[in-house]
């Protein structure tokens, strides 16, 4: 099953790749974007001061931009526990249901089944 990458993923998978220093085509590889979304992501970056370019080959992490990726490893943590617990409430309402309320609500009471063949 395929999961995409929200904006804020996509951002952290690059700034995880900008601290290697590298260059836009090994970013936009190892990132797996589109040249196009690449150019779009590295400009927002920079504009942002997330990383920055050494005569527009290599780009560097920027003090702001590791932390950005230690704010967002920390909302990825909270995030997945978050989703476990909601998974595990799910499943427990989901148990609960079935035991309160059967899929086929004509054949829980045998009363009315008895009536509805005996007319």
């Known amino acids: 099953m395929t999961t995409y ?3 804020l ?3 952290a998978d690059i700034l995880r790749i900008a601290s290697r220093r590298p260059g ?3 970013i936009m590889y190892q990132a ?8 779009r992501y590295m400009d927002e970056l920079m504009g942002s001061g997330l990383i920055s370019s050494e005569n527009g080959k290599v780009y560097a992490l920027t003090d702001k931009g590791k932390a950005f990726l230690d ?3 920390i909302y990825s943590k909270n995030s997945r526990r978050l989703r476990e617990r909601l998974d595990y409430v799910e499943k427990e309402k989901a148990f609960l ?3 309160s309320c059967p899929e086929n609500p004509s054949n829980s ?3 009315k ?5 005996g007319r």
């Open 5 to 7: 990458r929200d904006k």
């Open 109 to 111: 009471n045998p009363r």
């Open 113 to 117: 089944s008895a009536r509805k063949g």
């Open 32 to 39: 797996n974007l589109s040249y196009r979304l690449l150019c």
């Open 71 to 73: 704010g967002h490893e």
């Open 9 to 11: 993923q996509i951002i």
């Open 24 to 26: 836009k085509t090994r």
């Open 97 to 99: 249901e079935s035991l």
